[in-house]
């Protein structure tokens, strides 16, 4: 049971280059998140999807775009990526919003 | 929106000892989860707990809805144990959001 997969594991840009991050999980869960974490602080929700078909901003949506392909997968795409994109990206996923979340083992993205 | 504070924010323990975490929270939640990222950056569910007290082996958390905080305890530390404990609340009538705390982060010395 693979839970939830996040590829790629690490990804070089340079300023300006779009890329997408794949997102998929295998819990048949109904919602999906993406969150980004910077250097020596928490989480902070980037967009997420409640069910399939819709998605809603999080704490930091800007310079993002995502796309709920369908039930298991969940994709963040950088239209055009700055240096201030530079994180590590988690993926998640859980039941239902009273059910345990359930964490992908992260993008480490780096935007020179 | 909700305020998540963690304390303390560091905390060095000797090999052995027990500590506690706190998690407090400015609203009332309907969904509360205790999370450790390992030195690989792993995040690791550890207790999903919106009220009440869990317990699993050396680790034991208990969730005080009605005071908004959650303290999370360790016995009998280990080096393994090392790295950042975060505490992450989902507010209640905010369907889908989970929050997060800025972590402790925690080191055990042999």
């Known amino acids: 049971n693979a839970g939830v997969t996040q590829t790629p594991k690490f990804q070089v840009l340079k300023t300006g280059q779009s890329m997408t991050l794949q997102c998929a999980q295998d819990?048949?869960?109904?919602?999906m998140y993406w969150y980004r974490q910077d250097p020596g602080m928490g989480l902070r929700l980037i967009y997420y999807s409640a069910s399939e078909g819709t998605t809603d901003k999080g704490e930091v949506p800007n310079g993002y775009n995502v796309s709920r392909l369908n039930k298991r997968e969940f994709s963040l795409r950088l239209e055009s990526a700055a240096p201030s994109q530079t994180s590590v990206y988690f993926c998640?996923?859980?039941?239902?919003?009273?059910?345990?979340?359930?964490f992908g083992n992260g993008t480490r993205l780096t935007v020179t | 929106g909700i305020q998540v504070e963690q304390s303390p924010p560091d905390l060095i323990l000797q090999e052995g000892a027990n500590s506690t975490l706190r998690c407090n929270f400015s609203?009332?939640?309907?969904?509360l989860q205790w999370f450790h990222q390992n030195p690989w950056g792993q995040l690791i569910n550890l207790f999903y707990i919106p009220s009440g007290t869990k317990q699993n082996g050396r680790l034991s958390a208990t969730t005080v809805a009605t005071e908004r905080y959650s303290l999370l305890y360790i016995s009998s530390s280990q080096t393994t144990d090392s790295g950042v404990y975060f505490c992450?609340?989902?507010?209640?009538?905010?369907?889908?959001?989970?929050?997060f705390g800025a972590g402790t982060r925690l080191a055990v010395h042999p």
């Open positions: 992450a609340v989902g507010q209640s009538g905010g369907y889908n959001k989970l929050i």
């Open positions: 609203d009332s939640v309907n969904n």
């Open positions: 998640a996923s859980r039941d239902s919003h009273n059910s345990p979340l359930h």
């Open positions: 819990m048949n869960h109904n919602s």
